[in-house]
């Protein structure tokens, strides 16, 4: 049957893909840290990775990091989960603006407006300077602990409000008929039900902190993380050393596939079913009470969306040079239309190809692996798993390792990074088509097969009308993703493949914070316009960003 | 030769489970067919062969005397209507329906005219235009039926149409498509494992267990003499005497007899009850005491402890005096003509 050779043929095309995308970078990235610089078989990149001081302390702050930002970001994003989806909070719709503000913003963005409001010469602790109090510079462990609490907590708050607007009040009220407290009943009973939702949205904090290169290497001050010591030793212009940052980015895919784990095993046994019959109603909270609600849930907003609010506000201040003057101005807008359109250009141009890509093979893998379950596509679900613990700064240097030299060289093009986008992006678009197929009943397409169409027609007619809308909404996430990134990009760029992200780094660590600002704002627009379509197409549904 | 004919039907999946093991059955033009049986009798998987959805292990299947199993699904012009209504969220009602005529090339102003005539027959003429998404379980199950209904298909196929809709709705709802259905005189194959609506619904019923047929007739047929003792017991209830003693004694006192290691039975319905000492010479009596009154207003079910087992005797518009206590001694009235015998294979003797 000619329907069966073609999804063989897909079948097959995709492991080619995974295994040119991923198993060979991968596989690239385990060998290259097994030899020295001479080219011989050796197990002393680990040997040093274990006995140099250096390297303890970046994978000590790692875990640092890690759980420091995992911890703000549970505490604050619990917080604001708990007030929003309980209580009633004027403007709770801006409050997820602001969380979605926060999200969609490159993470070292936060790092350069944090240091704009409290570095060195920062605005604020300058005022308070003049008022005598004297504050330390945010730089070091603390400062980088700050922006991952305020960068992250939209993963905890999304995924438990989600699931607190899903515990059915009856459940609540059982337990108040069996004569337990409010806090016991919240402890026994409400907790246990967001407890996945928690360890899911902690996992992503978690993920995402360790993986993060920007924010510790611009705040940061010598406080060297696993991440910015692999692109150091990579980058470095003397002395550099792929093999010890490959093992390095071996180790950072181990830490990452066992909080994975660690987190499945925590929350495996903690999947409830709810019906929603009785829905959570908020409560309208009076004096003091009320107030301190709202008082939490906006300084969380606000300083979460801070970094934005920053940028956009610089992006018009009037410059001379790298020089703030008093008072607004366009020059940084003209700056990047004269200078660094071919800038734009190109994060333009990547990220619609990558998306592009992601949706075409994402959408056919996904009808794959949702309709075509006779082939072995559990295996695939997994292999899909793995782009997810791997760091961008990995993924860079993977696809260093892998395509510099040998059968295929990419290095240095342009397809080097749409590719490194594409494959961290597609699990998440095959997820999502699998899942949204899995929902639509296969009778459907049998009602459209017995009123006369071909399975084929049917197929399109039907059932791609109906995801369509999902899909579209997943691309237009995929280029929020697609556009922000900034730490693979950052080892793949050459000159001539430049991107928004890579530029606004390399102009802050110039200290050109006006054009940086600027471009940030340009980059921001275009994220808004990205989720603005994503919620025009299917509902507005914060927890498809994560 | 019948306008259906199914023979032989067989289907196996995977290498343990026959989900269908030689089944034959013709339906005629026109008439209205019910597979009726457990889940997992086999009743879905016929229907979805004769729909194509799934192709038979061996056997036929001829429509009107052609081969239909050489025919793909698309153009067997067959309508069918589904458990979970399977109406298409994206397109409006009118859309839904008017979908199965665009492939048969139907001028834009017949489709007009059919569609609004079809919706009309299910009464959502006034609901054209809307998307179905919100409306009720029973109003899109009316759009799955218009839509099978209105490309005049050969044959009409529904599968457990009403079992996701509540009570009052289902029977309001089966009254409609049998009436819709002999206005439009399709024969019709109509799959459930509710026995009260196939009774209600059919020309004919096939009662299935297990992959095979247990007993194919009219409502009367299945219900009043029934060939199995499998069919006895799933439409309708059924009293099964233990054997001893007493129930030769009442067999001998009905004149009765059945081959050894017959299993004797009767319906609650048949059954009557008058005090102790007090019976009729026509009838068998078996003394017992009350256990268990049941009151449900149209009937009651008064549950006898005899010699005999456990009898439940149903009784008909049941007043205050018809009242019994737990423990109030009876006897159970046995008419000569109710009880059934069913051999140790399960098959109906004498019936």
């Keep these: 049957m000619p329907r069966f050779n073609f999804w063989a043929v897909v079948m097959i095309l995709t492991w080619v893909l995974l295994f040119v995308l991923l198993f060979i970078p991968v596989g690239s990235v385990l060998v290259s840290s097994l030899f020295d610089q001479e080219g011989q078989l050796t197990g002393a990149n680990y040997l040093q990775f274990l006995s140099e001081p250096r390297f303890h302390r970046a994978f000590l702050n790692t875990l640092v990091v890690g759980f420091g930002g995992l911890f703000g970001a549970l505490l604050l994003g619990s917080i604001m989960a708990f007030c929003v989806s309980r209580f009633v909070i004027r403007g709770g719709k801006f409050v997820s603006l602001l969380a979605i503000l926060a999200l969609v913003s490159p993470p070292f963005i936060g790092a350069y407006s944090w240091i704009e409001l409290f570095g060195a010469g920062g605005v604020v602790r300058g005022f308070l300077r003049d008022w005598g109090i004297n504050m330390p510079p945010i730089y070091g462990v603390g400062g980088i602990l700050i922006v991952f609490s305020l960068k992250f907590y939209p993963y905890v708050y999304l995924m438990v409000s989600g699931a607190l607007g899903n515990v059915n009040r009856s459940l609540e009220e059982a337990a108040e008929g069996l004569g337990l407290t409010p806090w016991q009943r919240t402890m026994q009973i409400s907790f246990p039900m967001v407890f996945p939702a928690l360890t899911a949205g902690g996992l992503l904090a978690l993920i995402h902190a360790i993986a993060d290169f920007g924010t510790p290497r611009l705040l940061g001050r010598g406080y060297n993380v696993l991440a910015t010591e692999a692109f150091t030793l990579y980058a470095a212009e003397v002395g550099s050393n792929m093999s010890m940052a490959t093992t390095i980015s071996v180790i950072l895919i181990l830490l990452s596939m066992v909080f994975v784990m660690l987190q499945r095993y925590m929350s495996r046994r903690n999947v409830y079913h709810g019906n929603m019959i009785n829905k959570p109603i908020r409560i309208q909270l009076r004096g003091w009470r009320n107030v301190l609600a709202h008082a939490a849930v906006y300084l969380i907003g606000l300083c979460g969306a801070m970094p934005v609010i920053i940028s956009v506000i610089y992006s018009f201040r009037k410059t001379n040079g790298p020089v703030f003057q008093d008072g607004f101005a366009l020059q940084s807008y003209e700056r990047i239309l004269f200078n660094l359109g071919d800038v734009v250009r190109n994060s333009l141009t990547f990220s619609v190809a990558a998306v592009a890509l992601i949706v075409v093979v994402g959408t056919v893998v996904g009808v794959l692996v949702a309709r075509r379950t006779t082939f072995n596509t559990s295996l695939l679900d997994g292999a899909f798993m793995v782009p997810y613990v791997m760091p961008g700064i990995v993924i860079g240097i993977a696809f260093i390792a892998a395509f510099n030299t040998g059968p295929i060289v990419l290095t240095g093009t342009a397809a080097i990074i749409i590719l490194s986008i594409f494959i961290r992006r597609l699990p998440y678009t095959v997820r999502t088509t699998a899942s949204s197929l899995r929902q639509i009943s296969p009778s459907m397409e049998e009602a459209a097969v017995s009123l006369g169409y071909s399975p084929f027609q049917a197929f399109l007619r039907i059932t791609v009308p109906l995801i369509v809308p999902g899909i579209i909404a997943g691309g237009m996430l995929s280029f929020v993703t697609a556009i922000n990134e900034l730490s693979s990009s950052l080892v793949l760029y050459v000159g001539s493949t430049m991107t928004m992200p890579v530029r606004i780094y390399l102009l802050i660590l110039d200290g050109d914070f006006g054009v940086a600002a600027a471009l940030s704002t340009v980059l921001l627009l275009l994220s808004g316009c990205a989720v603005y379509l994503a919620f025009r197409f299917m509902g507005r549904n914060e927890q498809a960003l994560l | ?351």
């Design chain 2, 1 to 351: 030769m019948s306008y259906l004919e199914i023979r032989n039907a067989t289907k196996q999946f995977g290498a343990g489970f026959i989900a269908l093991n030689g089944v034959s059955v013709a339906v005629e033009r026109g008439e209205f067919f019910t597979l009726l049986g457990p889940s997992g009798c086999g009743k879905t998987t016929l229907l979805r062969s004769i729909a194509g959805f799934n192709d038979l292990t061996s056997g036929e299947i001829a429509l009107d005397g052609s081969n239909l199993r050489i025919v793909p699904p698309h153009q067997r012009d067959i309508g069918m209507v589904f458990q979970d209504y399977a109406v298409f969220p994206h397109l409006t009602v009118f859309d839904n329906v008017a979908f199965g005529l665009k492939p048969r090339k139907v001028p834009a102003a017949e489709i007009k005219t059919r569609v609004t005539q079809a919706l009309e027959a299910v009464r959502l003429g006034a609901m054209a235009e809307r998307l179905p998404a919100a409306m009720s379980g029973g109003q899109q199950q009316r759009i799955g039926l218009a839509r099978a209904m209105v490309i005049n298909p050969r044959l009409l196929l529904m599968d457990e149409p009403l079992s996701n809709l509540d009570a009052k709705l289902r029977i309001e709802l089966r009254e409609e498509i049998r009436d819709i259905q002999k206005q439009v005189d399709i024969a019709t194959i109509y799959v459930t494992h509710d026995q009260e609506e196939a009774l209600a619904i059919s020309d004919r019923i096939c009662v299935m267990n297990a992959g095979r047929i247990e007993q194919v007739g009219t409502p009367q047929q299945i219900y009043g003499n029934p060939q199995t003792r499998f069919v006895a017991e799933f439409v309708g209830t059924l009293n099964v005497f233990s054997p001893g003693p007493a129930l030769d004694g009442m067999l001998g006192q009905l004149g009765l007899t059945a081959p050894a290691g017959a299993t004797w039975a009767v319906r609650p319905e048949r059954l009557d009850l008058a005090a102790r000492g007090g019976a009729p010479d026509s009838v068998a009596v078996l003394d017992g005491t009350v256990t268990k009154y049941t009151y449900l207003g149209r009937e009651a079910q008064v549950q006898v402890e005899t010699p005999a087992g456990l009898i439940v005797v149903q009784l008909a518009n049941p007043g205050i005096s018809a009242t019994r206590s737990t423990g109030e001694a009876v006897a159970v009235l046995v008419p000569r003509d109710a009880p059934m015998a069913f051999g140790a294979d399960g098959v109906r003797i004498g019936g």
